[in-house]
């Protein structure tokens, strides 16, 4: 799945299978797409409320079904996060999906459709931005530099090993060392939410990306104790703390003394910071795709694709 190349024409798939989506935000999303070159075909739900959901479960089930099975739809890509898209896992047919598979991108609480993905071992997704932060209205310099990076990379134009060289920023060494293996993962409250479902993802053999943002230190805490209690942690073969915006109730140092107190006895490469997560600029990463983590020191932190 990593060597789809987006062309110009193709059909964009958006989909909200959380949040829904204001008037304005839809008509920037797809007219920026157009702008881009792209045909796109919008989910039926996108401005629905039901509380804070777009539309009720079976509406939002069938909108990302009508727009995944669409044959003219290349790559499906969430408009946006919010909360909703655990509620649609039991009812998805992710063996059905698989079959007739496409690039999935989206991040925050479809992290609970890249974890369910992973379930089924299917062919990479993508741990990328939503449509909304790319196309808000007056976009900053990181957030056009960001587009065009990801435009670059989905037509093919720039290689993956080429653009992932610029993923690790800030960043410390918990643990050196050299891992091969899947990355699985995302956003850690969605994560912990799974966590005692049929979806909880296994560490086993595995690495695993974290992040999340505006959460109390307290609650940081609280889910990696959650984590580490299911066994989460036990047999990675790497971890990757990639961000953790606007947390609260301390500071940088109280951050690290918490993930030292979860990960200090761990015998796998472990890295705090990385440009992916809830970030002014940010990386997508493959997810269920196997990527040497190379942690050995600062200036030769790196991720590669084989």
Known sequence: MLDFKLIKGD??????????????????????????????KLCSNYGEKALYLA???????????DVW?????????????????????ESLPFKLLKKNFKPFIGMSDSTALHLAFSKFNSPPTFLGPTLSYLFSENPSEDQ??????????????????TYLSGFFKDSYIFKKGVA?????????????????????????????????????????????????KAGLFKNLKGLILASFENFEGGDLSDLYHLFSYYFKDKNYPIVFGSNCGHLSYQKMIPLQKKLTFCALKKGELELKIH
């Open 180 to 228: 091969e293996a899947l990355v699985i993962g995302g956003n850690l409250c969605v994560l912990t939410s799974l966590i005692g479902t049929p979806w909880q993802p296994k560490g086993d053999g595995n690495i695993l990306l974290l992040e999340d943002i505006n959460e109390p230190l307290y609650k940081i805490d609280r889910m990696l104790f959650q984590c580490e």
């Open 55 to 65: 539309g009720n479960d079976t509406f939002r089930l069938n909108s990302f079904l």
């Open 69 to 89: 099975f669409d044959p003219k739809v290349k790559l499906v890509w969430a408009a946006r996060g919010g909360f909703g898209a655990s509620r649609l896992l």
């Open 11 to 40: 059909t964009i798939g958006v989909v909200c299978p959380s949040g829904p989506l204001s008037k304005t935000l839809q008509s920037l999303i797809y007219q920026g797409l157009i702008n881009l070159g792209y045909e796109v």
């Open 144 to 161: 056009k530099r960001m587009r065009g990076e990801l435009f670059s990379i989905l037509s093919g134009e720039v290689c993956w090993n």
